[in-house]
C-alpha cells in the first residue's frame, strides 16, 4: 500500500495513480488525475471501480465517480460499480455515480 504521507509524483503513470487509490488519504487526489487521463486510464478502470465500493470513505467514492464520469465512454467497465454506487444512502455519492453513468450513456439516471 502506498505510504499515505506521499502521493504519487506529477509523472506517475496510471498504474502507480492506480495503486494509490487503495490508500483513503491518496485516492481523492489519485482518482482526479485517473480523470484527466482519458483513454490511457483504460486499463485502471477496475481500480476506480473499487474504489466505489461502500467501504470506502465519502471522499473516495466522490472522486472515483468523479473521475469515471470524466473519462465517459472508457470508463464502461464500471457500470455495474456505479449502478450499485448509485443506490447509495449518502446522496451525494449517488448523484455522483448517476451523473457518471449518464456520461458513459445506456439511459437516463436521476
Do not use: F, Q
Request: proline share 7%.
Amino acid at each position: 500500500m502506498p505510504d499515505s504521507t506521499s502521493a504519487p509524483g506529477p509523472d506517475a503513470t496510471p498504474e502507480e495513480l492506480a495503486d494509490a487509490l487503495r490508500d483513503d488519504d491518496a485516492a481523492p487526489e489519485a482518482a482526479r488525475r485517473l480523470g484527466e487521463l482519458g483513454a490511457g486510464a483504460r486499463s485502471v478502470v477496475p481500480a476506480l471501480a473499487a474504489a466505489l465500493h461502500s467501504a470506502r470513505p465519502k471522499p473516495v467514492r466522490l472522486a472515483a465517480a468523479r473521475a469515471l464520469e470524466a473519462l465517459r465512454d472508457e470508463a464502461e467497465a464500471a457500470y455495474v460499480a456505479l449502478e450499485r454506487a448509485s443506490a447509495s444512502d449518502d446522496d451525494e455519492v449517488a448523484g455522483a455515480a448517476r451523473s457518471a453513468l449518464n456520461s458513459i450513456g445506456g439511459g437516463e439516471y436521476t
